[in-house]
């Protein structure tokens, strides 16, 4: 099911996601300054285990006027667990390029002005993985 060899857990889902929809970027880019540099599956961001986690979404979000971003998010400093003996997930990541080149790495919850040419990535975390492999 999942979008790498060995992968059992859904990669790319958004559970609990009531202040940030999984909305399609044309429709993003469609009412807001901002172009999406990059939108794919976190890979390696899934917990190892007889069924691995599945793959959290890179997205980052290049802003094309001044802006003022919220982030509320969980997962930025504990892992998502594994489950009878599976490892745990990859934490979240928030990460602000500036344009200038200053890189900020951001809190799970944080508001920031942002210039023209700025840079937010933000990595979700990976589903933790279920069972002990081997013997």
Do not use: C, Q
């Not at 958004?14 to 044309?26: D, F, K």
């Not at 890179?58 to 599976?86: C, D, H, I, N, Q």
């Amino acid at each position: 099911m999942g979008g790498r060899p060995g992968s059992d857990g859904l990669d790319g889902v958004h559970t609990h996601m009531t202040n940030s929809l999984n909305t399609p970027i044309e429709a993003i880019e469609h009412d807001l300054p901002i172009v999406i540099r990059r939108y794919a599956l976190r890979e390696g961001s899934g917990g190892d285990g007889l069924h691995r986690g599945g793959e959290g979404l890179v997205r980052e979000y290049e802003f094309l006027s001044e802006a003022e971003v919220t982030v509320l998010a969980e997962r930025r400093k504990m892992r998502p667990w594994g489950v009878g003996g599976g490892a745990p997930g990859a934490t979240g990541e928030d990460i602000l390029l500036r344009s200038g080149g200053a890189v900020e790495r951001m809190p799970g919850k944080f508001r920031a002005r942002v210039a023209p040419g700025d840079v937010l990535i933000v990595r979700t975390p990976g589903g933790g993985g279920w069972g002990r492999k081997g013997p």
